[in-house]
């Protein structure tokens, strides 16, 4: 249910869920592969929440005001530029990007995107990332049960890379593109 609720908006990380998921499967001696399954099908669920509003509301709300305030018009051409650029690729990727996650799939849904080709590539992203969150959940807890301080120090330094890391390659990509736009523009003088 959690996570039909993450895919309904509710600021909690989905990645957060499915680790606890594991965890929690652990402690209950519940095969982590068993917890993978709930959890992949409540993933699904969520996203296709989010596709179906943008489906069926997506027309009245990319033009309604509030809307236009966190997904303004020119972000939504460019989110169209980039299904029409990378096509499907956009879907599959976007399980990875948490921030976009939503605002990709209800794209989607407004953009008439083939439910089926959304299930495809968003149910082979999630195939990769649910089961390796699960199975993290469980792994940590299976080796970190009777030293909780350890288990923190762990998560504590997995938060930090985990938040970190794709704050930097966000970056770098940004100073690249930067740099590139800024060489182009010096040429084309």
Known sequence: MVLILCGLGLPLPEDIVLVVAGALGEMEHRSWIDVAVLMYIGVMIGDSTIFFAGRFL????????????????????????????????????????????????????SMRVYYLKFLVFDGLAALVSVPLFVWLGHWLWYEFQDDLGQLERTLSRTHFYSLWIPLGA?????????LYRRRSRKADK
């Open 58 to 109: 997506g027309g009245r709300l990319r033009t309604s005001r509030r809307l236009q305030k966190f997904f303004p018009e020119a972000k939504q051409v460019k989110v169209e530029g980039m299904f029409g650029k990378y096509g499907s690729l956009v879907l599959f990727f976007g399980r990875f990007l948490p921030g976009l996650r939503a605002p990709i799939f209800f794209s989607a849904g």
């Open 170 to 178: 966000v970056f770098v990509v940004g100073l690249l593109v930067f």
